[in-house]
């Protein structure tokens, strides 16, 4: 069956240290996104890629970098310079530029410890 | 980023009452979306709509496509308790869909 696979599902990291959140899809899709949700608030775009070895900063982009080597893949890397990254993380794709939705992974919670 | 009030914000009801929860703009979209989300999972899509005026049925949720295209409505018929969880709008604009802030649904048995 085709899908996105988000991993881990959990994470835990110590201040100051970079994590990396593993996204994969095998629905031959050609965008990517990357959105972060905090309780009581919507999904927040944090980068997106339409093609590979292209992105684009989304509205929360600081603290964060992002790589589009293959199409299958979009890893997602919190780095120290995010001031407050225990959230959850969750990944989608698209065909068509978005135009029939997105089809979302099943996320990662980060927690900062 | 574009900003698209959800209301209401949760929702506490009776299992087998009706549900009805909006999603406004400023804005104009192309397109709405809406979805829910259980807890710990990603949201799944539940209703497109793609023209103004549209409204669209999947089961027991029935959506509609405002007119001025700045908002959409969802309702959920005789609720059942897997109906529990966050429902998101989303309004797309140009490549990107811009996510309301989620209505919260508790059916209690």
């Known amino acids: 069956d085709g899908g996105i696979t988000q991993s881990p599902k959990y994470l835990f990291r110590k201040e100051g240290q970079n994590v990396t959140l593993s996204c994969e899809q095998n629905?031959?899709?050609?965008?990517m996104y990357w959105y972060r949700q905090d309780p009581g608030q919507g999904l927040r775009l944090i980068y997106y890629s339409q093609i590979v070895n292209d992105f684009q900063k989304g509205d929360i982009a600081e603290g964060y970098s992002v790589s589009r080597e293959k199409k299958e893949s979009f890893p997602l890397t919190v780095t120290s310079a995010q001031k407050n990254p225990t959230a959850f993380y969750l990944c989608?794709?698209?065909?068509?530029?978005?135009?029939?939705?997105?089809?979302f992974g099943s996320g990662t919670r980060l927690t900062v410890v | 980023g574009q900003q698209l009030n959800q209301s209401p914000q949760s929702m506490f009801i009776q299992e087998g009452e009706d549900v009805s929860m909006n999603c406004t703009s400023s804005s104009i979209f192309n397109t709405w979306l809406w979805y829910k989300q259980d807890p710990g999972e990603g949201p799944v899509l539940l209703i497109a709509?793609?023209?103004?005026?549209e409204l669209t049925s999947n089961g027991r949720l029935t959506a509609q496509f405002g007119i001025t295209r700045k908002d959409s409505f969802l309702n959920i018929s005789a609720s059942i308790p897997s109906d529990v969880g966050i429902y998101f709008c989303?309004?797309?604009?140009?490549?990107?869909?811009?996510f309301g802030t989620g209505t919260s649904l508790t059916v209690i048995p």
């Open positions: 709509l793609y023209k103004a005026g």
């Open positions: 989303a309004g797309q604009r140009g490549n990107q869909f811009y």
């Open positions: 629905l031959n899709h050609d965008a």
């Open positions: 989608a794709s698209s065909r068509d530029r978005g135009n029939y939705g997105y089809t």
